[in-house]
């Protein structure tokens, strides 16, 4: 027996099968298209790009391993979060989805909020652009024609998954980043569907993670030469498919992604919301678990901003920066470029520079950029600490953890220890594969979601304890000053 998991993100899908026991079987992708911007802040895709390219990669998976793929008897998927794909009553795309990273919606939030004053409450989230249920506000407001076609309005991989399976299903950890979910009860909100002028009759129906959410149709299982019936799990959003792929679902358990954006996941026991400082409070992907995001909007992407303007490879400032390391430098910067989430919840944020010489380089401000992100991160877990919940275990996950330097600086300002795991993928696809194994099988996920071998532990650096506590409180400063400077 093998399991497929399917993991859709904004610049491509990749596949990835393992056996009975988790041992990886082959892997395989496929590019999409890249989003367009139509307008500053805006960010949308075609939602057939995700399709063609889910075909391609489990094209090429089948012709690579084709007795593997034979055996597939589950699939699980996880994907980008929060995108609104709109369909008609035949299930016609009705305008291109809306993306996570879009912030066109900043004022229908508040106009949502003030409509409905115990949303917060209801939701355990702030109303934030990057949710589902604002886009659809301003849908409302500006596309009234769209809008009053809307049937129904799936999440990307809920898309995706209706092309597998013809059925409209969503899991819990996608659906809590909709502002639709009370995320206490896992189930949908009327009050907070009414604020948006829609009903349930338009959402997709719920399952957990690990249940089952349709079966494969019989001719993709043709197309791909699958022997047996196959079921498709309910699978997960991106960032909680990444806990179950790194084993991150016991209270406490957590992992730091140094990716595009970043995010400082901890699994929780019950529902722990902290709306004041901007906490994502979620659903996981298994049933009777929480977990809670800090998310910051520009992680790695803010190095590669800087590498891009400086005519320099990513790579190789990062480098430059671990061979001169010897603790903060006198530059500070904001890593506001996209806006931010936690725990400022403004999408108009901008990043800035501070404490510029005429010694400052390239070097010099790739260093500023990682400590930027570096305490952004920290942010975060200072108001995951304001919602009580204590962090264990962390591991690394994401392009930017190849920096160890950059690791050292994270374990230090989080005094916390940083694991690398052993070589592998332990990201959505994987996690999503486990899900769909759970669904097929009716595993228990405990069994199935373990934590990988870890081949290194990254410590804090107590020499430079201190001298980081400084330089955090200047960055600390320098947010309110430079908003209040911008206005």
Not at 111 to 134: D, V
Request: proline residues 5%; glycine residues 12%.
């Amino acid at each position: 027996m093998s399991y497929l998991g399917i993991d859709i993100g904004t610049s491509g899908v990749k596949a990835f099968l393992i056996d009975r026991v988790g041992k990886p079987l082959g892997e395989a992708s496929a590019k999409s298209v890249e989003p367009v911007r139509p307008h500053p802040g805006w960010s949308e895709q075609q939602p057939s790009d995700w399709w063609s390219a889910t075909l391609e990669a489990v094209d090429k998976l089948s012709k690579a391993h084709p007795e593997a793929v034979a055996a597939v008897r589950g699939i699980g998927l996880s994907g980008h979060m929060h995108g609104a794909t709109l369909l008609g009553a035949s299930d016609e795309v009705l305008r291109p989805c809306i993306l996570w990273n879009d912030g066109r919606s900043a004022a229908e939030c508040r106009e949502m909020e003030a409509a409905l004053p115990s949303l917060r409450q209801l939701a355990g989230n702030i109303a934030m652009p990057g949710f589902t249920a604002p886009k659809i506000a301003w849908v409302r407001k500006h596309e009234p024609e769209i809008f009053a076609k809307i049937a129904k309005v799936l999440l990307p991989k809920a898309y995706v998954r209706l092309l597998l399976t013809g059925e409209h299903v969503e899991d819990m950890s996608d659906a809590a980043g909709t502002l639709w979910l009370d995320v206490g009860k896992r189930d949908w909100s009327d009050e907070l569907l009414a604020v948006t002028g829609l009903t349930r009759a338009q959402m997709p129906r719920l399952v957990e993670g690990s249940a089952v959410s349709g079966n494969l149709k019989s001719e993709l299982a043709a197309r791909w030469g699958m022997r047996g019936p196959v079921v498709v799990a309910g699978g997960a959003g991106d960032n909680a498919a990444s806990g179950c792929g790194i084993g991150a679902i016991r209270p406490g358990e957590g992992f730091v992604s140094l990716g595009t954006s970043g995010v400082l996941f901890v699994s929780n026991e019950r529902f722990r919301p902290n709306t004041e400082g901007a906490v994502h409070a979620f659903c996981h992907a298994i049933p009777n678990t929480w977990h809670q995001m800090g998310v910051i909007l520009s992680a790695t992407d803010s190095l590669n901003w800087l590498a891009k303007i400086t005519g320099q490879d990513a790579a190789k400032l990062s480098g430059q920066v671990e061979a001169g390391f010897a603790g903060p430098g006198e530059e500070i910067f904001l890593p506001y470029l996209s806006g931010e989430r936690t725990p400022h919840n403004n999408a108009g944020a901008r990043g800035s520079f501070v404490g510029l010489s005429h010694s400052t380089d390239p070097t010099k401000l790739a260093q500023a950029v990682m400590e930027g992100v570096t305490f952004a991160f920290r942010d975060c877990q200072r108001v995951l600490n304001d919602a009580g919940t204590t962090m264990g275990r962390l591991l690394a996950v994401g392009g930017g953890s190849r920096s160890e330097t950059w690791l050292k600086m994270i374990a230090t300002n989080l005094d916390a220890e940083i694991s690398l795991p052993e070589d592998g993928d332990f990201g959505g696809a994987l996690g999503a594969a486990r899900l769909g194994l759970c669904a097929a099988e009716g595993a228990d996920p405990a069994t199935v979601m373990t934590m990988p071998g870890i081949r290194k532990v990254i410590g804090p650096d107590a020499s430079l304890r201190s001298a980081y506590n400084d330089q955090y409180a200047r960055y600390r400063a320098l947010y309110p000053a430079i908003e209040e400077a911008r206005k």
